[in-house]
């Protein structure tokens, strides 16, 4: 395959990528509303923990999220004719892992604490853990839009230039 092919080929599926992992965030982000005011906390620990709802989201979205980061920073490195310098990263893969991280990611554990049937267990416990779930996860998705359209605007750019 010659270089413009293949580079259409990567542009394509980087941009896939981007668009399959922002696409369940965004969705994430619609359902959060009514998640935070006005399901109980039996509720939201039956969906969110015991019913493996996000079972999916862990097996086939992690993969995408680092597919989701590796990818343009290869594309960008095919596209420069000098290499990456050593540990440089672009700013909307590196803050979507860190508010991911440090946003819902800690919150993953809590939820352990939860137990059905187990309504007032720690209700102000309850309340942290679902607020910093919910808006970890929109943070996570301000990034990886952020990341989506500064990919967008990089192809355009490369492919007028």
């Known amino acids: ?21 922002l696409g369940p965030s965004f969705a994430h982000v619609l359902e ?13 620990g039956d969906a969110t923990v015991f ?18 980061i590796l990818c343009p920073a290869l594309l960008a490195r095919m596209l420069r004719r000098n290499p990456l310098p050593s540990g440089s990263c672009s700013l909307p893969p590196c803050s979507m892992l860190s508010r991911w991280r440090f946003g819902s990611g800690l919150s993953n554990r809590p939820t352990t604490f939860l137990r059905p049937g187990g309504e007032d267990r720690s209700r102000i416990i309850f309340e942290a853990v679902r607020l910093r779930w919910e808006t970890g996860h929109m943070a996570v998705t301000a990034a990886k839009a952020l990341g989506f359209i500064s990919l ?7 492919r007028s230039g």
């Open 1 to 21: 395959m010659e270089m413009r092919g293949f580079l259409l080929f990567r542009s394509v599926l980087t941009t896939t990528i981007a668009a399959l992992t």
């Open 32 to 44: 959060s509303l009514p998640r935070l005011t006005k399901w109980s906390q039996a509720l939201w």
């Open 51 to 68: 019913n493996t709802q996000f079972q999916l989201f862990a097996v086939i979205g992690a993969p995408l999220d680092i597919a989701a």
């Open 152 to 158: 967008c605007f990089g192809l355009l750019r490369v």
